[in-house]
């Protein structure tokens, strides 16, 4: 067997084109708040809440979207509102 890098493999076999971007999206993904325990876990351990709350999301998603929205008017970006998808 021929030793090889791991550079040399993905080198050949890993392809990134990209022509342009004309909008992106975000979608972040957490495996440990998929589940009760891991919901408790992340207020109680890192945010501090004694008693977890599905009242303490929201302030934290309207806080990012205001982020998110400042980022945007700040750099002269283009936004647009995601709908939701009716199945």
Do not use: W
């Amino acid at each position: 067997m021929i030793a090889q890098s791991v550079a040399d493999i993905l080198d050949r076999h890993i392809t990134l084109a990209v022509e342009g971007i004309d909008r992106m999206y975000l979608n972040v993904y957490v495996p440990r708040l998929q589940s009760e325990r891991g919901v408790v876990g992340f207020f109680r351990e890192h945010r501090g809440q004694p008693l977890p709350s599905a009242a303490l999301m929201s302030p934290m998603s309207r806080d990012f979207v205001a982020k998110l929205e400042h980022f945007v008017a700040q750099h002269s970006c283009s936004s647009a509102r995601a709908s939701a998808r009716t199945p």
